[in-house]
């Protein structure tokens, strides 16, 4: 382990999911989690952000529209945090435009997960602790 990574910070501390259509991607996981994304503009890329504290020091992300970020099928999988129950989301998912490509499945204590494909053509994940 990293000397410089101690067992109380993420690994991870945010995440850029891509997108080739900003306006297509922020509508499909505003309806899919019940959410309202901030958008902004920086040079060269349009971003809209998910909802987030960052006095809370928790993971956050947002949707990323550029050169530099291509939607795809292969690649990390970021598992979304669908609690309390994942199932609530993914009955949104085909109604929001996109498809679920693995159903709730458990994985015993560590709770369920499921798979979609968003509107941008990224491979998703959810999870939930019931």
């Known amino acids: 382990m990293n000397e410089k990574m101690s067992s109380g910070t993420n ?3 945010w995440f850029e999911i891509p997108a080739t259509d900003i306006a297509r991607a922020k509508k499909f996981y505003e309806q899919i989690f ?30 990323a529209q550029s050169q ?3 939607p795809g099928m292969t ?5 979304l ?3 309390p ?16 490509t693995m159903p709730k499945t458990s994985i015993g ?3 369920f997960m499921a ?8 491979n998703m994940a959810l999870h939930s602790n019931t």
């Open 34 to 63: 019940e959410i309202k994304m901030e958008e902004m503009e920086m040079p060269g890329m349009k971003y809209a952000m998910f909802p987030f504290d960052p006095m809370k020091g928790k993971i956050s992300g947002g949707l």
């Open 75 to 79: 690649g990390s999988i970021i598992y």
């Open 115 to 122: 798979f979609f494909t968003d509107t941008e053509g990224n």
């Open 81 to 83: 945090n669908a609690n």
């Open 11 to 13: 690994a991870i501390n």
């Open 85 to 100: 129950d994942l199932q609530n989301v993914l009955n949104r998912v085909e109604k929001a435009g996109g498809k679920i």
């Open 68 to 70: 530099m970020h291509t």
């Open 109 to 111: 204590q560590n709770g």
